[in-house]
């Protein structure tokens, strides 16, 4: 049986977002540093700007932008010995079917790795099961894996494929007070929580108030993305636009960059549920989870129950200052140690395997003839996991090329404005 070819291991990272890339291209490095990472950002509405990227500074062999069509013709066991699919889950659910029928009938294909880029609080069942499948689904921390290996076994799923780890972009110094700085507090937003104009405006109005309130401190507010460009989610009221209306204070900044470099200088990390109050806490700086809007599954900051970090602007005005408790954080992923030990010990030994079996998700058209197809489709495959057009030829010319990329970047465009200015506008109109 032929083996994996000499030299250092390939690793091919599917992104669909600024953030996926982030989560999946640590992934590839935690797994081998020395591996060769070529990234492949699926084209879409959440494909990464040049300056996400640049801001993310994560350097990659080869970088190209594809279609899911053009992936499946393209990746195989010639161009990588590992896929690491850092999508949301239908776009996982589709790339595994599509895989296992472009690689059938090979004696040898990549490994395929996928997981969650942050904290898992929603759609549990739902993006677990589209992601059933991947030879290693990542879990990221011990109460994830308890959760996932629930849920498989609740439907007779193989559990094996589950594999502890820790959010691959935990890192950064301890934190130590700093006496030659003022003390500095970063509101960290998020595009989805919450989603609304007037909340939204709520935790900044009480933001730009508490640099009001304490003008010896410094208050950032960490931003995500620039008006225009999108992540995982879209956003319809960018903080950009809203905190202009509040005057903010001169002691009050909008920031963007890598989110370590921000919390290098942060005394007190302020947020509703974002990932960065875990590279936060794993740094041990005080974190607040805000409680202003209530605690809620849809918010996310449910999460985080048990963990002393909960408190609300007006509890931060008066001095307060959360410290988590070390048994939740050892619990979930954030004080581990040798987090990713087993996954290196897991893929190393795959790859050793002489052949790997066929990919095998768990929804099929036996299983979920009602559902998969839609999600396939969605996609641009047919109901075997064949692209409806074909496979993408390798090379469509410069000229074609060219067209192709202008059309796709502005229907992006389009879509985009649609959704910041065109639908508001719509739903102002509806509400008269």
């Known amino acids: 049986m032929p083996k994996r070819k000499p030299g250092p291991l390939r690793v091919t990272v599917i992104a669909d977002s600024d953030t996926r890339w982030k989560w999946g ?30 801001e993310l500074g994560i350097p990659a062999d080869s970088m190209e932008e594809a279609t899911a069509a053009e992936m499946l013709a393209d990746i195989d066991e010639e161009s990588c010995d590992v896929v690491v699919i850092s999508c949301v889950g239908g776009t996982v659910q589709a790339l595994l079917h599509g895989f296992a029928r472009a690689w059938e009938g090979r004696p040898q294909r990549p490994l395929v790795v996928t997981g969650y880029v942050g904290v898992v609080y929603e759609k549990l069942a739902d993006g677990l099961l589209l992601r059933a499948g991947a030879d290693v689904v990542l879990a990221n921390s011990a109460d994830d894996a308890r959760r996932f290996r629930d ?49 939204r405006t709520h935790l900044l109005r009480r933001t730009v108030d508490h640099a009001r309130r304490h003008t010896e401190r410094e208050v950032l507010v960490k931003l995500r993305s620039k008006p225009g460009e999108h992540t995982t989610h879209i956003e319809e009221h960018p903080y950009q636009k809203l905190v202009a209306a509040l005057d903010p204070p001169d002691n009050l900044q909008l920031v963007y960059g890598n989110m370590a470099e921000v919390l290098d200088r942060t005394d007190l990390l302020v947020t509703v549920s974002s990932t960065a109050a875990l590279e936060s806490l794993h740094r041990g700086i005080p974190t607040a989870i805000l409680t202003d809007l209530g605690i809620r599954e849809s918010l996310g900051n449910h999460h985080f129950l048990g963990s002393g970090c909960f408190a609300s602007w007006d509890e931060l005005d008066d001095g307060h200052v959360p410290h988590a408790h070390p048994d939740w954080t050892a619990a979930h992923g954030v004080a581990a140690l040798a987090p990713f030990a087993a996954l290196r010990a897991r893929v190393q030994a795959l790859l050793a395997e002489p052949e790997l079996p066929r990919i095998a998700p768990y929804y099929t058209l036996r299983t979920a003839p009602g559902y998969l197809p839609g ?55 509806g509400q008269l």
Do not use: C, M
């Open 25 to 54: 291209a640590l992934t590839a490095r935690r797994i081998d540093p020395e591996a060769r990472l070529d990234a492949r950002l699926l084209r879409g509405r959440a494909t990464p700007t040049p300056r996400q990227l640049a």
């Open 151 to 199: 849920v498989y076994e609740g439907v007779g799923y193989r559990t094996t494929s589950i594999v502890e780890t820790a959010l691959p972009f935990l890192g950064g110094e301890p934190y130590r007070p700093d006496d030659q700085r003022p003390f500095t507090v970063t509101f960290a937003v998020q595009p989805s929580a919450p989603e609304g104009r007037a909340d």
């Open 375 to 429: 999600v396939l489709a969605r996609h641009g495959l047919d109901p075997k996991g064949e692209p409806a057009g074909g496979l993408a030829p390798r090379d469509p010319g410069p000229v074609r090329r060219a067209v192709r990329d202008f059309v796709r970047n502005s229907a992006r465009t389009a879509y985009r404005q649609g959704v910041q200015r065109v639908a508001p506008t719509i739903r102002r109109w």
